[in-house]
């Protein structure tokens, strides 16, 4: 079985900090690609943060210098640390994997709301 579980979402005040966890199971974790996209009511879904198996990473423009991608091949998991948040990051946080590109593979999802 291929497992990935989100966990972290939750309620914080603008320019508070979360920090997303996505743990695999079932992939040989250390040479997949892994990212996060979110998706907000009534948009597109878009992808935040990629990061590959040689830890190159991408960031969306609307989170680049607030948000990080890092990856713990030896726990089998992929983090996205989450800066100076704003109401405009309220979204529901997936979690992806593949080989190559992402999407082969998908979390649950985990809310994040961002609100005073």
């Known amino acids: 079985q291929v497992q990935l579980v989100e966990s972290g979402g939750g309620l914080v005040q603008p320019g508070g900090s979360l920090r997303l966890s996505c743990a695999a199971s079932?992939?040989?974790?250390?040479?997949?690609?892994m990212g996060w996209y979110r998706q907000a009511p009534g948009k597109q879904h878009d992808l935040v943060a990629s990061?590959?198996?040689?830890?190159?990473?991408t960031y969306a423009d609307s989170v680049k210098g607030r948000f990080t991608i890092s990856r713990d091949n030896a726990k089998n998991t992929v983090y996205l640390q989450m800066n100076s948040l704003k109401p405009e990051d309220t979204a529901v946080y997936y979690c992806?994997?593949?080989?190559?590109?992402?999407?082969?593979?998908w979390g649950q999802g985990t809310q994040v709301t961002v609100s005073s």
């Open positions: 992806s994997a593949g080989l190559g590109r992402l999407g082969s593979h």
């Open positions: 079932g992939i040989i974790f250390k040479i997949y690609s």
């Open positions: 990061i590959t198996s040689s830890s190159s990473t």
